[in-house]
């Protein structure tokens, strides 16, 4: 049975993989990276690192086979990397046209991401849409996704209960957040074969959704 929600008022968005289609050039700055400190990394981890924190990775990495370098300067070193290519990453389909639809219907949008602010704030820019409010990203919490806390703390600064925020995640760690957050969890995956946890809703669209029902007052 799919929890009770307050109308919608605001729309939490994931970026990555869910806004633009960068998770691929993620994993291209990650494996690189990695490469050059003798780890080569499989085509099964690399499927398994969507929602993933790179310090999760580089700390994993770290422990099989330590590198020269600390968990820190490599996730620095990745993150610079995947900047230098940040103009090749395209939005995903259909997520643009989405977040006009919702600014149609005078929803508060935000970002709400696990990557760092350098990332956050060059995928801003790329986008260079005005609709959102403010981002959220893993520098501005002491808790990342699946922890409640991004999520939570962008709610807050919305001056919103969690009950009247909708998220739209791709990933089974972001899922986890907002729902552990309250919030109405849209799960967007890329990958129809990726599993997650209970979610309000499972989609191959958001736009199909019905928003009229979702945003109406309740008697």
């Not at 820190?72 to 395209?90: F, G, K, P, S």
């Not at 949008?109 to 696990?114: E, L, T």
């Not at 209960?161 to 729902?179: F, K, L, W, Y």
């Amino acid at each position: 049975m799919r929890r009770y929600h307050a109308p919608v008022r605001a729309i939490l968005w994931d970026i990555d993989g869910t806004l633009m289609d960068s998770e691929p050039w993620h994993k291209r700055a990650i494996v690189d990276v990695c490469r050059g400190y003798g780890h080569e990394l499989s085509e099964e981890l690399c499927a398994s690192l969507v929602g993933v924190s790179f310090r999760d990775l580089c700390t994993q990495l770290n422990a099989a086979r330590p590198m020269p370098v600390t968990v820190d300067q490599c996730i620095d070193e990745i993150n610079a990397l995947y900047l230098t290519r940040v103009a090749n990453v395209q939005p995903r389909p259909g997520a643009f046209a989405l977040v006009e639809s919702f600014a149609a219907r005078g929803l508060h949008q935000a970002c709400v991401s696990n990557s760092g602010r350098e990332v956050v704030d060059a995928h801003m820019v790329a986008m260079g849409l005005p609709h959102f409010r403010f981002s959220i990203s893993r520098n501005d919490v002491a808790n990342g996704k699946p922890h409640p806390e991004p999520y939570l703390t962008a709610a807050a600064k919305l001056g919103l209960p969690p009950e009247a925020c909708a998220v739209i995640e791709d990933s089974p760690t972001g899922a986890r957040s907002a729902a552990a957050a309250g919030m109405l969890t849209i799960a967007w995956p890329q990958d129809p074969g990726i599993a997650f946890d209970a979610v309000d809703h499972l989609v191959e669209d958001p736009a199909a959704l019905d928003w009229d029902a979702l945003c109406r007052v309740r008697a």
